[in-house]
């Protein structure tokens, strides 16, 4: 179910947006999405279609961008992308390090950000 918590986010800027530019229709909403969400482009634009739906934002497709993670080791000190990504069925994956399997914190790619409405 994130990708549906995800896609009101992303609407609800979407809405915000309009109702500032005093816009009546959109067609594309361009967003990033960290690749550690462990989302698929296509579940959060099937989740935003259902969810826009009666909105005015309604018939806006997501144009998706895929960040890519980046993870830092507190044990061994590596920094940069992980191994695995967890697919989309995993709702809180633990990461690991993949040098030391440690626990690792997340610098970048765990986000959903609005770059451009048109
Ligand atoms: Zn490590």
């Known amino acids: 179910m994130h990708e549906y918590i995800l896609a009101d986010r992303v609407l609800q800027s979407a809405l915000e947006f309009m109702d500032k530019q005093h816009l009546s229709s959109i067609s594309v909403v361009d967003v990033d999405v960290g690749e550690l969400l462990g989302l698929e482009g296509d579940s959060l634009n099937m989740a935003y279609g259902i969810l826009s739906k009666g909105t005015k934002a309604e ?28 697919n989309e069925h995993v709702i809180d994956p633990a990461f690991a390090c993949p040098n ?5 914190s997340i610098k970048k790619g765990n986000e959903v950000k609005l770059n451009s409405i048109s």
């Open 100 to 104: 030391c399997q440690a626990p690792v």
């Open 59 to 86: 018939g806006s497709k997501l144009k998706v961008h895929r960040v890519k993670g980046i993870v830092s080791c507190n044990k061994c000190g590596y920094e940069g992308g992980l191994r695995d990504i967890p």
